[in-house]
Every structure is written in C-alpha cells, then in structure tokens.
C-alpha cells in the first residue's frame, strides 16, 4: 500500500474534534441556562414581599390618621359645653407685639421666651381654636452663631392650659427657656409659629423679627 506523504495520519479525525467541542459548548451553554432561569415561585415570592411592604405601608398611614384623630377629638372634648358646635373659619395666627425675651425672675438675666400667639377667624376676631404649635427661634444675622436657636412643640392638651385672656386682649401665652449670650440678645433674632387648629384641620403660620430690647 502506498501512503501520500504530505498526508497527516490523523487529517480525517479534525472533523470529528471539532463536532465534539461544538457538542460540549452546547452542553455548558445549556447547563448556565438552567441555572440563571427563574423559576415561577421565586417570582411569586417577590411579588408577595412587595404587595407586603405597600401594605405596611398603607397600615402605617392609616395608623398616623388614626392617632390624629383621637388627638384632635380629645382637644375638642377639653372645650367649654357648645363651644365645639360653634361654626367659625380659622384665618390666620398672629403673634402679638408683647412677644419677647424677658428677665421673668429679675436676676438681670433675659433667658425667658415668651410668645403671644392669637388665632383670628374670617372676621379678624381672635378665637380659642384647639389645636398644636410648633415654635422656632432663628439667628439669621449672624453667621458664627447657630441658625436655629431652639425649637418648641406644644400639643393641644397643654395648649387648653395656656389660654391668656385680659379685659382688652386674648391669646395663648407661651414661655420657653432660652439661655441667650449678650451678643445675640443685642441682635434681631426671627420668631416663627406654625399652628395647627384641629377643628377646621388648617395649618397657619406667622413670622416677626424680635428687636433688640434695652438690658435690664
């Protein structure tokens, strides 16, 4: 038998070598599909945890409303027989000129807040509307002190507690520490109230600038 020299002995199984590695990339490929495929449950799975945490969710708001609610029906079973039934529109809230920073127990020091807060109806009449306020004290002059020099909350239980009336004014009366240095007292500082009446639901806001006052 005569052999082609320039013929490789193993020139016919090169076909055969490549069919098998072609075979075996189909095999892997094949393998890393199932692997990487969701299955139907685990997609079940997260559909469920997420209709979980929107109703979570909505339970915690509803709870929040809840919580508002008993709030403002336990401020408005405080007020006088009838007062409740009475029908009036909050118009806004207004914090009166006597306002200020006073030397309440005559030490030479002025480390007490006072607010005059008032709430007016549609025809500008103050009103003893139910309600919570929130107090801020602002230093916006001078940029080496804090901006927000105290902030108050005060709920409508106390607030019931706080009504100050004379026989030519009525408003709630607020007092709240503030041990102030000198250099702050001697500048303009700016008073914020934001009230929230619970009859109506409307939230109202005043802001004045406190004028340095002559030291004690």
Known sequence: MVCNRNESP???DRPRGRSTLLLLG???LAGCGIHSEVKP???EIRDLQREKAQLAGRLEQCQVLLE????QTQALGALPAGAARE???????KITRFSGIYDKDY????EKLVVYLAPTDQAGDVVKAPGSVSIQLWSLNDPNAPLALGRW???PEEMGKLWFSTVTSASYRLMFDVPLTPELLAQDLTLNATFADYLSGRIVTDQVVLKPRPAP
Do not use: F, H, P
């Open 41 to 43: 449950w685990e997609v």
């Open 10 to 12: 193993r020139s016919s």
């Open 87 to 93: 029908i009036y529109g909050l118009s806004s809230v």
């Open 153 to 155: 909350q005060v709920a």
């Open 26 to 28: 189909a095999a892997l």
């Open 107 to 110: 030490d030479g020091k002025r």
């Open 68 to 71: 508002q609610m008993k709030t």
